[in-house]
């Protein structure tokens, strides 16, 4: 089992910037996928950004050149910076571990791109 918590969501102006941490309960070396997902009110989630276990990088073209995933195996840790943030970047963002067959989920941490 994978607990992940999330933090560093908030309100930013058009343009500025935010880091996301998740940190989990447990190794992220031989967690096959770390993800970040978005869900914006009245829309489908969508999948942001995704790092494997040998570190390769996926993106949605919606934020490619504007935002990065990265790791801290040591400190158990994946984050999501994120630049250039448009006000369509609003949305609760959730980390998630794909782990043993299971996909754990975070609660959930809110970024707020005001015009």
């Known amino acids: 089992q994978v607990q992940l918590v999330e933090s560093g969501g908030g309100l930013v102006q058009t343009g500025g910037s935010l880091r996301l941490s998740c940190a989990a309960s447990?190794?992220?070396?031989?967690?096959?996928?770390m993800n970040w997902y978005r869900q914006a009110p009245g829309k489908q989630r969508e999948l942001v950004a995704r790092?494997?276990?040998?570190?390769?990088?996926n993106y949605a073209d919606s934020v490619k050149g504007r935002f990065t995933i990265s790791r801290d195996i040591a400190k158990n840790t994946v984050y999501l910076q994120m630049n250039t943030l448009e006000p369509e970047d609003t949305a609760v963002y959730y980390c998630?571990?794909?782990?043993?067959?299971?996909?754990?989920w975070g609660q959930g941490t809110q970024v707020t791109v005001s015009s």
């Open positions: 790092i494997t276990k040998g570190g390769n990088t």
């Open positions: 998630t571990a794909a782990y043993v067959l299971v996909n754990y």
């Open positions: 447990r190794s992220i070396a031989n967690i096959n996928f």
